[in-house]
């Protein structure tokens, strides 16, 4: 990776909701790679079938609200505000085209590096774009490229994350909390907190 070219890094990902552990990993990239200019927060749309997710509007909401005191974390709603549900190659293209002096690279985890030669325009999208990859289940990384033919052709638009913090606190877990009327405070930033706790969100 070119890392004397301004980045903006790309953070994929339901947000149903953000936890604590996504903003932490957020902030030790950013830590970790000084060209990083922004992190693009990219909520999938509710086009995208998952459980448990909120409607965009909410979760949208609660980003913003966020990062009202961080300018390095901004939203994007390219996905959210799409009628149609949009693959990763189309969204980074039109991050690329909002932006189009810096370097695009999409923060993925080492499980979804296992599948990325199958997504739509799986080559191109390698080509053009840069990956932050954090490892995931003791992956090897190196050893994922190396078997990989279209990976190994392309293995200078991976970066290994040297990552330290444990995300246990996923969304899922904080899903199943609140459905069992639990507390999850300090498992997400207070404002997420306050603002669930204010829209009555995720109960039946």
């Not at 590096?113 to 932050?132: G, S």
């Not at 996923?170 to 306050?194: A, C, G, H, M, W």
Request: aromatic fraction near 10%.
């Amino acid at each position: 990776m070119n890392l004397l070219k301004k980045i903006i890094a790309v953070f994929g990902g339901a947000f149903s909701p953000i936890t604590n552990a996504h903003l932490a990993l957020a902030e030790q990239i950013c830590n970790e790679y000084q060209s990083i200019e922004k992190v693009l927060f990219l909520p999938v749309s509710d086009c995208y079938h998952k459980h448990g997710l909120l409607p965009a509007h909410h979760r949208v909401a609660m980003l913003k609200e966020l990062f009202k005191t961080n300018s390095k974390f901004q939203v994007s709603e390219v996905e959210t505000a799409s009628p149609v549900l949009l693959n990763t190659m189309d969204s980074l293209s039109i991050i690329q085209s909002q932006y189009p002096e810096y370097t695009i690279s999409f923060i993925m985890g080492s499980d979804n590096l296992k599948q990325i030669h199958e997504w739509h325009q799986a080559r191109k999208l390698i080509e053009q774009f840069k990956f932050m990859i954090i490892t995931r289940n003791g992956d090897e990384i190196e050893s994922i490229i190396e078997e990989n033919l279209i990976l190994k052709n392309y293995k200078s638009s991976f970066i290994k994350v040297t990552e330290t913090i444990r995300n246990d606190n996923s969304s899922t877990i904080v899903r199943t909390l609140l459905e069992q009327n639990k507390s999850i405070r300090y498992l997400v930033p207070d404002e997420v907190f306050y603002y669930i706790k204010e829209h009555n969100l995720f109960k039946e």
